[in-house]
């Protein structure tokens, strides 16, 4: 019989495949689909914006349900929210109506909201030592399906027309049944899953040694050790401002946001790039799956060096990757005409900064802060990660319409220069993982 903790891991892992295979199915044909409603290329960039506004309007919520009922509620809910959000958006592709339509994909963002939650989960049940690699597994486990999804356009494409639908619609179907099923998976989770363990005799020594450390925000890993018998307690505004206050905990959000924004800002863009340089829906749907294995496929190796090495090591090396992939994006969009090859290399690179300043972030602000801040700041990173890709997003069709490929991966250089900002600040205070 699997152990408590391989079950629940297991659930989470079954929930992320399915999840990944419903988000990236859709991804690829998403922005086409808002481009070919409005007759406008910016509106492509507005399409996925919904999706990750969505996620950042529910992230939080989610993370306030989470610590009230336990994670399987909050996952729950955050795969159903996003089973009817594919429902929607089908119908607003049917009625070519593009609020119903951008309402649709918002909803399908809650889906990824309870995605990123459930790295979460999978740390509340783990060895405090091996948190990066607890993380880093759920994560990994995005990859089969993430990987997948893209694939299924071109099929899901056959499937619309076959239901006498708008062939690009046809994934969106895919999606709403791959959703389903992630809460289903989710839905069998222990209860009460949160991050707090039963109360344990003898505790309270250790407790008030572990709050002088966590005082710090240092990054170690007692500072953010689960402290047995303790409730999630601060509210929004005292963790914020605890988080505020400190250069490490600050500085594990920033990464967690600007690395969604960096990846938001070139991903999206990048189909109807490739669209406008005659690339086939095929070659789109390879590129952005070469992409997501980036995102994912490394994740274990990254929660190793976490826990090895500590967080900072993998948010400096994710940095670098970031740094040569902005270098590829500009040379292809200076080039006379785009490289399959060089966009394949530089999507992967983006992919593999993403999972390094994801995990790397994530484990450092589990790490700096105390259990009573954790699910707060938690779902406070995650909308914020998300509200910070919608604007990217937002801007990303009007600036790719202004200034081509070139512009979006100045953006991308803009937002890494605030993120080696924060890492200075915060460098002096940072300890390495023991």
Partial sequence: ???????QQ???IT???FSGAGIASGYAVGGLLAEQITGRTAMAGFAQMSVILGAGLVAYPLAALAARTGRRTALTLGFGIGTFGALVVLLGVALSFLPLFMLGMMMCGSATAAGLQARYAAVDFADPAATGRAMSLVVWATTVGSVLGPNFTAPGARLGEALGMNPLAGPYVISMAAFAIAAIAASTLARGLTGGMPEQPGTEAADSARDASAADGDGSPSAGAARPGRRLGLGLGEALRYALARPVPLF????IITGQMMMTNVMVMTPVHMDHQGFSLGSVGIVVSIHIAGMYGLSPLFGWMSDRWGPGSVIG???LVFAVTIVLGVVDALAARSSMVLLSTALVLLGVGWSMYLIGGSALLTRSVPP?????????SDSAMNLGGALMAAMAGAVL????FLWIN???TFVLVIAVVFALRALPHMCPAR
């Fill in 252 to 255: 594990a959000i920033v990464t």
């Fill in 1 to 7: 019989m699997p152990s408590p903790r391989a079950a």
């Fill in 401 to 404: 319409g202004l200034g081509g």
């Fill in 15 to 17: 929930a992320q495949l």
């Fill in 10 to 12: 297991a659930k989470l």
């Fill in 410 to 412: 100045l953006m991308a």
């Fill in 372 to 380: 009573e801040a954790k699910v707060t700041l938690q779902g406070v």
């Fill in 317 to 319: 090396v994710g940095t």
